[in-house]
Antibody, heavy 116, light 110 residues
Framework: EVQLVESGGGLIQPGGSLRLSCAAS????????MSWVRQAPGKGLEWVSV???????NYADSVKGRFTISRDNSKNTLYLQMNSLRAEDTAVYYC??????????WGQGTLVTVSS | QSALTQPASVSGSPGQSITISCTGT?????????VSWYQQHPGKAPKLMIY???KRPSGVSNRFSGSKSGNTASLTISGLQAEDEADYYC??????????FGTGTKVTVL
């Protein structure tokens, strides 16, 4: 069974950094495309980043240069390093597996709150 | 990349059919047959309902169907049931190898 479990969210001050983790089971992260999607409180879904099986990455303009997606193959875990955080980055962050250019499996999400 | 446009809300009575539209541009919906749809109940993670415009993942009811014409994709729910009440989001692959979600539609079962 495919399972994704995010962790690492919390309250952080503007300008701070946070690293989110997404532990996967039931499949191999490095053999799949993986993404982060976020949802601000009461708002819609926003795609954040993708990492391809070959290791290349891509980002939404809103986070480019501040966020970095990566993976640890030995731990079968996906990461999102978030720097220079802003109030508008406040959201539930979901990790998702990408299959056939769609997000076919999702974690339960982890809440990141950027506030002083 | 601007969000795809969806109606804020759609409603229907049990047993009826409803259709949710998702309008993009020639840089996303119009260029790729890579539109997907997600159902999200309050406090839950989204669930994939349709991928590649009209394909259903295993386990998704055949009451859900998708289509596309030009820059607009659509999700139809037939035989509406109480459990279908949720938020629905479309998503399209876009130029520059990015993804763009729709603004979301709240479906209410009357």
């Amino acid at each position: 069974e495919v399972q994704l479990v995010e962790s690492g969210g919390g309250l952080i001050q503007p300008g701070g950094s946070l690293r989110l983790s997404c532990a996967a089971s039931g499949f191999t992260v490095s053999s799949n495309y993986m993404s982060w999607v976020r949802q601000a409180p009461g708002k819609g879904l926003e795609w954040v980043s993708v990492i391809y099986s070959g290791g290349s990455t891509n980002y939404a303009d809103s986070v480019k240069g501040r966020f970095t997606i990566s993976r640890d193959n030995s731990k079968n875990t996906l990461y999102l390093q978030m720097n220079s955080l802003r109030a508008e980055d406040t959201a539930v962050y979901y990790c998702a597996r990408v299959v056939a250019v769609a997000f076919d499996s999702w974690g339960q999400g982890t809440l990141v709150t950027v506030s002083s | 990349q601007s969000a795809l446009t969806q109606p804020a809300s759609v409603s229907g009575s049990p047993g009826q059919s409803i259709t949710i539209s998702c309008t993009g541009t020639s840089s996303d919906v119009g260029s790729y047959n890579l539109v997907s749809w997600y159902q999200q109940h309050p406090g839950k993670a989204p669930k994939l309902m349709i991928y590649e415009v009209s394909k259903r993942p295993s386990g998704v009811s055949n009451r859900f169907s998708g289509s596309k014409s030009g820059n607009t994709a659509s999700l139809t729910i037939s035989g509406l049931q109480a459990e279908d009440e949720a938020d629905y989001y479309c998503c399209s692959y876009a130029s520059s190898s990015t993804y763009v979600f729709g603004t979301g539609t709240k479906v209410t079962v009357l």
